[in-house]
């Protein structure tokens, strides 16, 4: 029937996201679309019903570009002398500042890889995260509240190019918000835990 293809634009109002988005996914193949005689864009209802029950509100591709998004936000607060300034840091010498700043990538990609395969990795990533952090910060002599303000700098940061990505991709759906929220805090949470964790087990061991 003619009423099931739909626009450009009412694809968009459709996914919940901006009709920018819609075009690039269906440009790059991630989404199905047809051509019309004059060039515009047509996309069948049922093909987006389905497209939604198997990819969701939010695709891979829009996790693509989250990873650049946030490693770029990173590469920029550390470029303006922001993370020079927190405590924690100027404690560390040279190639401990530099291991910190890859550990802040490590956390942005894994929960990119934490959202992108909706929360299935289970809590291997996280937990060996966390794990990451409290060793490091442990041998770089900061306390426990110290490692805790370093996981917190680069979270805050990941948050961030988050809830930017989300605004200026158009992200419009209050589930897909909801969701990302929610996903970002577990993953997060479970990171901080074994950071505890992890130095409690360090500082019984030293009392021993």
């Given amino acids: 029937m003619v009423n099931d293809w739909m626009s450009l634009g009412e694809a968009a109002a459709m996914l919940g ?63 303006e002398g922001h993370l020079a300034n927190e405590a924690w840091y100027q404690k560390l010498d040279a190639e401990a500042r530099d291991q910190y700043r890859q550990s802040g990538r490590s956390l942005l990609m894994g929960l990119i890889n934490y959202l992108a395969t909706d929360g ?50 158009g992200v419009r759906s209050p589930q897909a918000w909801a969701d990302m929220v929610r996903k970002l805090n577990t993953f997060t949470d479970q990171i901080m835990l074994t950071l505890l964790e992890t130095y409690e087990a360090y500082q019984r061991g030293a009392s021993r």
């Fill in 17 to 79: 996201v901006h009709p920018s988005t819609v075009r690039a996914w269906a440009d790059e193949g991630h989404l199905p679309v047809h051509r019309t005689q004059g060039g515009h864009r047509r996309f069948h209802k049922q093909d987006l019903e389905i497209w939604m029950r198997t990819k969701g509100k939010v695709s891979a591709v829009e996790f693509s570009s989250a990873v650049q998004s946030a490693l770029r936000r990173t590469r920029l607060e550390i470029g």
């Fill in 120 to 169: 299935a990795l289970t809590d291997a990533e996280p937990r060996s995260l966390g794990y990451e952090y409290a060793s490091r910060g442990w041998r770089c002599g900061l306390s426990s509240a110290e490692a805790t303000h370093a996981l917190l700098y680069f979270r805050n940061l990941l948050i961030q190019s988050m809830l930017s990505f989300y605004e200026n991709a």
